[in-house]
């Protein structure tokens, strides 16, 4: 089992950064390749980012590549979502996901497992 804590999330002001991070506890962090995902209030779940188990390989959504970077750190059992040129349109919670598959996932139905979200609200 593992338990996955977001942190890092509030309130930005438009073209701003934030930068998330998303503790893992339990089984080994660094066999599972992990996801970032978001969902604004009325709207389905999204995806954001994903990065591979040792770190070599990431994908993005399209309306955050260029601006998000996903990152980890296997030594300290931490992800990370660096967010910047931040928009409105940003606004939601923000969830960390792992999942035991081989490849990196798009979809949140692959993952296993997840964390409680976290708020980020960005201000015109």
């Known amino acids: 089992q593992v338990q996955l804590v977001e942190s890092g999330g509030g309130l930005a002001q438009a073209g701003g950064s934030l930068r998330l991070s998303c503790a893992a506890s339990?089984?080994?962090?660094?066999?599972?390749?992990m996801g970032w995902f978001h969902q604004a209030p009325g709207k389905e779940r999204e995806f954001v980012a994903a990065?591979?188990?040792?770190?070599?390989?990431?994908t993005y959504g399209d309306s955050v590549k260029g601006r998000f970077t996903i990152s980890r750190d296997n030594a300290k059992n931490t992800m990370y979502l660096q967010m910047n040129s931040l928009k409105p349109e940003d606004t939601a919670t923000f969830y960390c996901?792992?999942?035991?598959?081989?490849?990196?996932?798009?979809?949140?139905?692959?993952?296993?497992?997840w964390g409680q979200g976290t708020q980020v609200t960005v201000s015109s």
């Open positions: 339990g089984r080994t962090f660094s066999t599972l390749n």
């Open positions: 996901a792992g999942r035991s598959g081989s490849a990196l996932a798009t979809t949140g139905r692959l993952y296993d497992y």
């Open positions: 990065i591979s188990w040792g770190g070599l390989s990431t």
